[in-house]
């Protein structure tokens, strides 16, 4: 038989015992709880990096789709007996043979026409035939790039009097002794900073041409030209901080670490000029800048100067720049719905679907004022937004007393407690924006470059990447073809006044692109 241990043998004896068993299993108990808190939370990453590479990428909501679905329901029954008798007067009138309809083909392609003419004699009865009509299909073409040589020819003249040799100066370039015309140089900056092809592809495309460019080559001359812009980029940088509201972000990516073969994490931060929103007409910009790592000294630094609105995430490196009062912060209400929504994803219940449409239907607001000024939308915001908030305030707080503390619900609502004031201060400023995306779109040329090149070779990489992301940044705000604006820019810097550099700036020569290159999509416009 099995031995126990004796049991006690007094009253003390047996309730301090009694004491030891009930700590052991009140410690059992929160180790217990602990481990379930790590579990839900891992399996909390685990659903969001399952629904990040596996799951479809958007955020809709259930609830909406069933009402936009009811709502073409409604519409639809309405008109059930117009589309009835639609059907049968398609049917009383057979088949048709029309397609769809679409664009006609962009007009300032050139057209190579190729004519097809029957001969002249009537196959049937041999009478000459007279001219009827034509019929014209378009087909678009697409023609390869092709590599070019351009030979600059300098012709000399002597005088027979004085022997005085007369010859034209060489046209300055951008890289003397260099091979490259501006075009081609254009040509692999944009290829490499808004394509996202890296420098070995690019020598690998140019080879099935029978073009030789070395990578080592290419690579020097983007250190060259990027160099040769930088008047041209801190142009852009004090253009975009002088004004009264600045996006800003970060990102990260992979810096080589000399010696070891090892890489280590920088930064390219990004501050973006963008009022189009609230009704500006001025450009929009957007200047990269580079780290070797996350210091808020970073942006500090850069923003030491300015006052006024930062839309930012809650970056506590950031807290710096608020306590002089000088700037506002102005944070981004994107990450406050991505809390919440993660929990949703997980565990969709009935209090994360109300809070996600209380912040759809401030999202809808915005929608509808965006584009007017100011005075007009911090109306509509005061007199729509405010009331919204301020229930959606009184909610999550009611929300959080019924909740464990180390629940994901309640982290989701106390990062947006703890940030409630720089929340809802784009309610306080027509000029301040709901979200922070102008600052996260302009960040994903960064996100889908590194997926090609993996990392940048040093700190000077970075710095020339940051700078060729400024620029092409840039003209994509404006609608500008970013490879014609670089060769203009590479054609011309050489011998242009660096005091007058602002004369280049991506909107100051659109005018003279658009006789040049052909009109570009004008998606970077809409704001």
Not at 129 to 158: N, P, Y
Not at 429 to 452: F, Q, T, W
Request: with cysteine; net charge neutral; aromatic share 6%.
């Amino acid at each position: 038989m099995s031995q126990h241990a004796p049991l006690p043998a007094t009253v003390a004896e047996l309730q301090a015992l009694v004491l030891e068993q009930q700590a052991s299993l009140a410690n059992m108990v929160r180790e217990i709880a602990v481990r379930d808190d790590e579990i839900d939370r891992l399996k909390a990453q685990i659903d969001k990096l399952r629904r990040m590479y596996f799951g479809s990428k958007s955020e809709k909501l259930a609830r909406q789709i069933d009402k936009l679905e009811a709502q073409l329901e409604d519409l639809t029954a309405g008109q059930g007996a117009a589309e009835a008798r639609g059907q049968r007067d398609k049917a009383s009138k057979g088949p048709s043979n029309r397609g769809p309809t679409r664009e006609p083909l962009p007009p300032h392609l050139p057209r190579d026409e190729i004519e097809l003419t029957p001969d002249s004699a009537c196959p049937i009865c041999a009478t000459a035939m007279q001219w009827l009509g034509e019929d014209v299909s378009e087909k678009i073409a697409r023609v390869a790039a092709a590599f070019k040589v351009i030979r600059t020819i300098r012709h000399k003249l002597c005088c027979p009097d004085c022997g005085h040799i007369e010859q034209p100066a060489m046209p300055s370039l951008p890289i003397e002794h260099s091979i490259a015309h501006p075009s081609l140089l254009a040509d692999i900056a944009v290829s490499k900073f808004a394509d996202h092809q890296p420098l070995y592809r690019q020598s690998e495309i140019a080879a099935r041409d029978g073009v030789t460019l070395d990578r080592g080559s290419m690579g020097r001359w983007l250190g060259q030209i990027a160099q040769l812009c930088v008047p041209l980029v801190e142009a852009i940088q004090r253009y975009v901080l002088v004004s009264e509201k600045v996006h800003v972000d970060d990102t990260p990516v992979a810096v080589l670490a000399p010696g070891n073969g090892k890489t280590v994490t920088g930064r390219f931060w990004v501050y973006v000029r963008d009022d189009r929103r609230s009704g500006s007409a001025e450009p929009a910009a957007v200047w990269f800048d580079f780290s070797s790592d996350r210091k808020g000294i970073h942006p500090q630094t850069r923003l030491v100067a300015f006052h006024g609105i930062v839309q930012a995430d809650a970056y506590s490196g950031f807290d710096q720049l608020y306590a002089s009062g000088e700037i506002h912060e102005a944070a981004c209400w994107d990450h406050a719905r991505r809390y919440i929504y993660d929990v949703h994803a997980r565990t969709p219940t009935a209090d994360t679907q109300q809070l996600l449409e209380m912040i759809g239907e401030l999202y809808s607001i915005e929608a509808d004022i965006r584009g007017k000024e100011p005075d007009e939308r911090l109306r509509v915001r005061r007199e729509k937004s405010k009331p919204l908030l301020d229930k959606f305030e009184t909610t999550i707080r009611a929300k959080l007393t019924a909740l464990s503390t180390k629940s994901a619900l309640a982290k989701a609502i106390n990062y947006s407690l703890n940030h409630w004031a720089a929340l809802t201060f784009y309610c306080e400023d027509g000029r301040a924006e709901i979200s922070n995306v102008l600052a996260e779109n302009a960040l994903r040329c960064v996100a889908l470059g590194r997926k090609n090149y993996l990392f940048v070779g040093s700190d000077s990489g970075g710095e020339r990447a940051a700078a060729m992301y400024s620029l092409i940044g840039t003209c994509k705000l404006n609608g500008i073809n970013p490879r014609a604006y670089l060769e203009y820019v590479l054609t011309h810097i050489a011998d242009h006044k660096i005091s007058r550099i602002d004369e280049l700036l991506p909107w100051n020569v659109a005018d003279k692109l658009k006789s040049l290159t052909p009109p570009q999509s004008q998606s970077g416009r809409s704001g």
